[in-house]
């Protein structure tokens, strides 16, 4: 690989199909994520073997196939950062930045999230759903609020978390692996799939998938490269994630350490495998639509996990565990819908709101795809916390 000093164009831009295959991919994955964080309790867990065939299939969608996302979403983030180059990175511009359209974000969406839960608690509503606020220490109420040490209230968002720490990080990232690309992304690998402590971060493969994007970008690596390859390389990673889910419904839901390494492995082949994906479906009318729904995904992903366990909440009082496949089915759908909609509202009539809580992600649709900004995205009584 040459380095961006000997190629780097300061110039550069991302070309329209590149982006609008960003902007699908996102508004995919994290639809997908949706399906990571369904609540469930100790009786209706995938590993439970009450829904046999059902239960695979939970396994498959939300322990494997989607696992995929964080990892993609972390590469899609480092990649942007460093699209036009190292010499044209401002670290000071890019913390101001990201303050406005990550950290600001996190806190709104988390510290709205804790303190209803705090209010409803107070009236004897959500306890055994969620961490107990009302008799929490202050450590373990900062931790639920800034995810200091541990997970946020809102689990989902401890992906803006770990991801703020890599664009601290962002300069020392960029100039190792413009020098040792092949080392670093070594070692970052190592790191996301050995059973090490993960240290700074709560999701080790996003340390990677993030510096998986710089080195693509800041060694001007043709990521349309693969695209004639495009269905081989989506049936191996569904193949992967089929395989992989096999195992873990034979082994769950505690597993062992290789599996877990394999668990890891599969999510940061996933990679691949949705950028593949992205080339087939920007071809289609569905995905150019979907290419252009801006903010969208960003009020999808930080918004759904307290739908999840709102629905949660009244399924428990008013259904059975017999009908737990109704709730599967339908609670990722109607927090689609609901997301839908109040971010329409939210944007036609709060737009002041609606930006300060999508980061400024507005989805102007009267502007060529090319020229938009691509700020990084980010990429239970008794229940199972899906991380």
Not at 67 to 78: F, M
Not at 144 to 161: D, G, K, T, V
Not at 239 to 244: C, K, P, Q, S
Not at 359 to 387: F, V
Request: hydrophobic content about 55%; overall charge positive.
């Amino acid at each position: 690989m040459g380095t961006a000093h000997q190629r780097g164009d300061a110039t550069v831009q991302i070309d329209a199909t590149v982006s609008a295959r960003i902007n699908m991919m996102r508004i995919v994955l994290i639809s997908g994520i949706i399906f990571v964080h369904v609540p469930h309790d100790p009786a209706t867990s995938p590993y439970a073997g009450a829904f046999s065939g059902f239960d695979w299939m939970r396994v498959f969608l939300g322990d494997s196939l989607f696992r995929i996302g964080v990892p993609c979403l972390s590469a899609i983030s480092g990649y942007l950062l460093f699209h036009r180059g190292f010499e044209a990175f401002d670290y000071r511009r890019t913390l101001r930045s990201k303050a406005s359209t990550i950290l600001l974000p996190f806190l709104l969406w988390n510290i709205a999230f804790l303190a209803l839960v705090y209010l409803a608690q107070t009236r004897g509503i959500g306890f055994g759903y969620l961490p107990d606020l009302v008799n929490a220490t202050p450590r373990e109420v900062m931790n639920l609020s800034l995810a200091i040490e541990n997970w946020p209230i809102n689990i989902p968002l401890y992906f803006l978390r770990d991801l703020l720490v890599c664009l601290i990080l962002s300069p020392v990232i960029a100039l190792a692996g413009l020098r040792y690309p092949l080392t670093v992304l070594g070692l970052m690998l190592a790191y996301a799939v050995l059973p090490v402590p993960s240290g700074i971060f709560l999701k080790k493969s996003i340390l990677f998938g993030f510096s998986f994007g710089v080195a693509m970008a800041l060694h001007r690596i043709d990521i349309k490269r693969m695209d004639r390859f495009a269905l081989p390389v989506v049936l191996s990673v569904l193949a992967m994630a089929v395989l992989l889910s096999v195992a873990l419904y034979a082994y769950g839901p505690e597993f062992p350490v290789w599996l877990n390494m394999l668990r890891a492995v599969t999510a940061i082949a996933g990679i691949f495998g949705a950028w593949a994906l992205s080339a087939l479906l920007v071809r289609t009318a569905a995905g150019q639509r979907l290419a252009q729904l801006g903010g969208l995904s960003f009020w999808i992903f930080c918004g759904h996990y307290p739908l999840l366990i709102l629905f949660w909440m009244v399924w428990n009082r008013l259904g059975s565990h017999a009908d737990y496949p109704l709730f599967y089915a339908a609670s990722p759908l109607l927090a689609l819908v609901i997301l839908f909609s109040t971010h329409a509202l939210a944007r036609r009539f709060a737009p002041a709101l609606h930006a300060i809580l999508t980061g400024r992600r507005m989805g102007d649709r009267k502007r060529p795809l090319a020229e938009r900004p691509h700020p990084p995205m980010k990429p239970n009584g008794s229940i199972a916390q899906r991380r």
